[in-house]
């Protein structure tokens, strides 16, 4: 399995800044890309930000330059500093990795963590 634990999360006033982690544990030969998505209430869970293995990102048009992803791939842990924050930016943020177990699967597989709580107050 692969286990994500979040961190980072929790309230802060509008224009503040927070940084997320996400470190990825277990037994895996490889961690490809990893992200970060966003859970408002009552809206489907959508994609914040993304890098893969070797440094390549896209973000949301609303995390274009407000936000920053980044991994240390020693670590197989991903980052979001997220900057300027508003309160549309509220919501549970989920980590996300494709990992590969090959002698379990025959392809890489999308692993979540358990998301942690982003308030943006007015």
């Known amino acids: 399995q692969v286990q994500l634990v979040e961190s980072g999360g929790g309230l802060v006033q509008v224009g503040g800044s927070l940084r997320l982690s996400c470190a990825a544990s277990g037994t895996f030969s490889s961690i490809n890309a990893m992200g970060w998505y966003r859970q408002a209430p009552g809206k489907q869970r959508e994609l914040v930000a993304r890098i893969n293995n070797g440094g390549s990102t896209n973000y949301a048009e609303s995390a274009k330059g407000r936000f920053t992803v980044s991994r240390d791939n020693a670590k197989n842990t991903v980052y979001l500093q997220m900057n300027s924050l508003e309160p549309e930016d509220t919501g549970v943020y989920y980590c996300?990795?494709?990992?590969?177990?090959?002698?379990?699967?025959?392809?890489?597989?999308?692993?979540w963590g358990q998301g942690t709580q982003v308030t943006v107050s007015s």
């Open positions: 996300k990795a494709n990992g590969f177990r090959p002698w379990v699967d025959s392809r890489p597989q999308d692993y």
